[in-house]
């Protein structure tokens, strides 16, 4: 991560865009688009927008919209959900190509292959981590545009761990009209089965 900062005098727009990006192999709010861009507005007037830079974008790759999106983006989210046999194949891309080649590299050297290993292991448990964050953040992304979310039921949000859960929790917070209604609804999700 790069933190930039503005000098004394310098403008504000000098400053570079920021991007957030999930990549998701799951559908973080259900309406099978393959991107999901929010940009920061004005909750008062939709029409008034922040114009800081900030980008939150969710990559899923259970997108049914290939007409709507770059194909080099579904070539891409194909890839990423190949398993090791089919992310061999050739996805007639280049970035998946650069990608396909450096594990080949990393596959060959002998020394790298218990890294390698160490590697895949790592990204299995981050893979199980960041589908847990990115659908609390898909609650919290939600919940935001409601108005402002109270400290304790973030809390009991950023606290469940249970993916079927969380799931269950984006489609309430997708239908809901308020936070206080969201809540509880959701109160029951949050009980431990102990």
Known sequence: MVMESLESGEDYESLPD?????????????????????????????????????????????????????????????????????????FGDELVNRFQNSIRDIKKSREMGERYMIFEEILREEKQEGRLEARQESVFVLLEDLGEIPVELRDRIENLEDIGKLKILIKIAAKTDSIADFAKEAEPYFISED
């Open 18 to 90: 920021t991007y957030v990006i999930f990549v998701c192999d799951f559908d973080p709010f259900g309406h099978g688009l393959y991107c999901y861009t929010f940009r920061n507005e004005c909750e008062e007037s939709k029409t008034v927008e922040l114009w800081d830079g900030c980008c939150t974008i969710f990559l899923s790759t259970k997108g049914k919209n290939e007409e709507s999106v770059p194909p080099e983006l579904v070539r891409f989210l194909k890839f990423v959900t190949a398993n090791l046999k089919e992310s061999e194949q050739d």
